[in-house]
């Protein structure tokens, strides 16, 4: 029995911009507070056409096997019919972040 391949479109927070990015393989992994991106696919090179964005985002991961992204920076995680461009974009607007730390120094809860 063929199982179907999954495809996740992943959407973060990196360094004050927008990275979207497509995986295989989505976990919580083994460390607390990431994700962990595994397999990650980037379009095929078949077109004349050469997407600059994408290609920046293939050199930026090249020999990576696996990501871990803070959970704090996801803004979404999408399971899709079929991959499409990875991108990075200019973050627009106004977002708040969650608060870097649940556990603070020193805080008693007694």
Known sequence: ?????HIYRVIFHNQGKIYEIYARNIS???LLGFVEIEELTFGERTQVVVDPAEEK???EFEGVKRTYVPMHSIVRVD???KEGTAKISEADGNV???PSSVYTP????D
């Open 28 to 30: 919580d992994g083994g």
């Open 96 to 98: 708040t972040p969650f």
């Open 106 to 109: 020193g805080h008693r809860t």
């Open 57 to 59: 985002l293939k050199s």
């Open 79 to 81: 399971e899709v019919e």
């Open 1 to 5: 029995m063929a199982s179907a391949e």
